[in-house]
């Protein structure tokens, strides 16, 4: 299942949003509209390593507040490192939205496109979109599991 986002662009951390996520990094330049996924399991075994070349992600700290990003958020790697704070916006989809609550994640991850599913069923990191895969953890801090 993939979430709607708005996402703000920054150079330090602040928000995005996942039913519908807001996304910043670190200074504002404004809201974008962005979807979310997870992946990874429960402890992010799914997510070590990564495009960004970061390793074990709990020996360098990361643990499991990290995301694959999308071709248009990527960057060719440009946004490895990258901080994103991630609400939902709960006036946008209540059914799926925790209300209140935001996650921190760093960028740490290509999610590949795949160009053989439709970007609105399972193509969701095909371009244009922008689009966080989120290790599991986080993004299940983020929308409710019972409305499935």
């Not at 910043?24 to 960004?52: I, L, P, R, V």
């Not at 995301?67 to 939902?88: E, H, P, R, V, W």
Request: charged letters at 15%; proline letters at 5%; one cysteine or more.
């Amino acid at each position: 299942m993939t979430h709607d986002v708005e996402m703000k662009d920054h150079q330090t951390p602040y928000s995005v949003s996942s039913a519908v996520l807001i996304v910043n990094a670190y200074e504002a330049s404004g809201w974008t509209k962005a979807h979310a996924t997870f992946y990874g399991g429960s402890y992010a075994s799914g997510t070590m390593g990564g495009a960004c070349g970061y390793g074990n992600l709990y020996s360098t700290g990361y643990r499991t507040r990290t995301a694959a990003l999308s071709t248009a958020l990527f960057n060719d790697g440009a946004s490895c490192g990258q901080c994103y704070k991630i609400m939902c916006d709960y006036q946008a989809d209540s059914k799926w939205c925790i209300k209140g609550t935001s996650v921190t994640i760093t960028a740490t991850n290509f999610c590949p496109p795949n160009f053989a599913l439709p970007n609105n069923t399972g193509g969701w990191c095909n371009p244009p979109l922008q689009h966080f895969d989120m290790a599991q953890l986080p993004g299940k801090r983020l929308v409710s599991t019972e409305a499935e």
